[in-house]
């Protein structure tokens, strides 16, 4: 299959696609910072660039688009139908490079999450996950400045 669009504007659509201050990640920045937590962001002297990093917590979180990371089961882990072998071992090398990071993660004494675009939409959801997974008791009035029933 000839791919629709001409090579320029391929390359530029593809130029737009950014890989830090995402949609999704300033999504879940904005509820765990509603919800009390204070992190950093993308520290380079982590394995992988965490977009968010905890470290009195020894906690990364990344926030992965399903389609780049091939998120299992979800319909945005589409396949393109153009090129059908670069997308293949693209998006081969991006789960290797993925688990290889969470792997030297872990290794260097870092507990990981993983935040998919698709499981955004359900904050209440999402943020007792993230506090589940922090392990921090959050205080109730960071609670009530979400507006959530947690």
């Not at 990371?69 to 998006?91: D, I, L, Y």
Request: net charge positive; with cysteine; aromatic share 8%.
């Amino acid at each position: 299959m000839v791919d629709r669009i001409d090579a320029a504007r391929r390359s530029f659509n593809m130029s737009r696609v950014r890989s830090v201050d995402t949609r999704p990640e300033m999504e879940v920045r904005r509820l765990l910072h509603k919800l009390g937590y204070r992190f950093r962001l993308h520290r380079r002297s982590l394995p992988g660039r965490p977009d968010l990093v905890f470290p009195s917590r020894r906690a990364a979180i990344f926030v992965h688009g399903c389609f780049w990371h091939r998120h299992a089961g979800c319909r945005k882990a589409s396949m393109p139908s153009t090129r059908a072998e670069f997308w293949a071992e693209k998006f081969a090398s991006n789960e290797a490079r993925d688990e290889r990071v969470q792997c030297a993660l872990v290794d260097e004494g870092w507990r990981v999450e993983v935040v998919w675009e698709c499981e955004v939409r359900d904050s209440d959801t999402l943020a007792r996950r993230l506090i589940s997974f922090l392990g921090v008791p959050v205080p109730a009035a960071a609670v009530a400045r979400t507006g959530s029933q947690l």
